[in-house]
């Protein structure tokens, strides 16, 4: 099993939230004297399930190469902060990558789509381009698509220091513009970029030749913190952009798809009777 586990700076999927407030409430309750000592064991219980699973899947899936885990360090290390998106749709932040869990199951999709062109769209340093890159045959191809012209030469920096980063094409500018002049088709698509284009980004890649027949989409964040299926009040733009999206997917009888509740959400869509 590996042993190294990447821990957040804040919780941003919902089993960390839960494990955050599950521990926060182990505190309160614990602070009480008069509470049943049963109680307070069910609640420890309770709060181990979620605090470890992910920890859990880090620890029992195939380890990142050491380019990727290069790259995560070097996420970590960039001071965030100081920084704000150039498209304006909010702060950049070392949270945004994918890491070692998606990053794997990216992986396994390339192989198992046997895809040889990748689209990426929402590249941030790179770690899901750089993922598929080295799970793609020598010839494969990853287009990334990143507004942010600085985290696109972080991601360059870090690709030149992989040999599968030969095999992405790094394009700067809003995705929705790049895809418009792109050359299809694509086998595989990742969707992780600003969550009110997701609709229109499903949209044109159904629509369009950009996706190829057989090619498979994969839709990050579609759990969004858990703020779809919760009802604690009103919705971030980003929540309800999310929760449009799943509704409009279900109800799109032009595919199949699951949304898997990996990490904040990952839903994989494909076209109806693309055998
Ligand atoms: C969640 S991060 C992507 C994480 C990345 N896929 C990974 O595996 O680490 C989202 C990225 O999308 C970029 N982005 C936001 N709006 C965009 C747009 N309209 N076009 C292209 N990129 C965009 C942001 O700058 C950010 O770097």
Known sequence: MAETVTTP??????????????????????????????IKERLRRTRDLARGLDPYLEQCSTPESPALAALAARTR???WTDRSLVSGSGPLEQEMLSGH?????????????????VLDIGMFTGYSALAMAEALPDDGEVVACEVDPYVADVARQCFSES???????????????????LEGPFDLVFIDADKTGYLDYFHYLIGSGLLAQHGVIAVDNTLLQGEPYTDHGARSTNGQAIADFNRAVANDSRVEQVLLPLRDGVTLIRRKGSD
């Open 101 to 117: 869990v998606e990053g794997q199951t990216l992986k396994f999709l390339v192989h198992m789509t046997r895809a040889r062109r």
């Open 77 to 79: 290390a960039e001071q």
């Open 163 to 181: 040999p599968a980063g030969a095999r992405i094409r790094v394009e700067v500018g809003p995705a929705l513009t790049t895809v418009l002049r």
């Open 9 to 38: 700076t804040h919780p941003v999927t919902p089993s960390t939230i839960l494990a955050a407030e599950l521990s926060e409430l182990v505190e309160l309750v614990d602070a009480v004297p008069v509470l049943d000592s049963a």
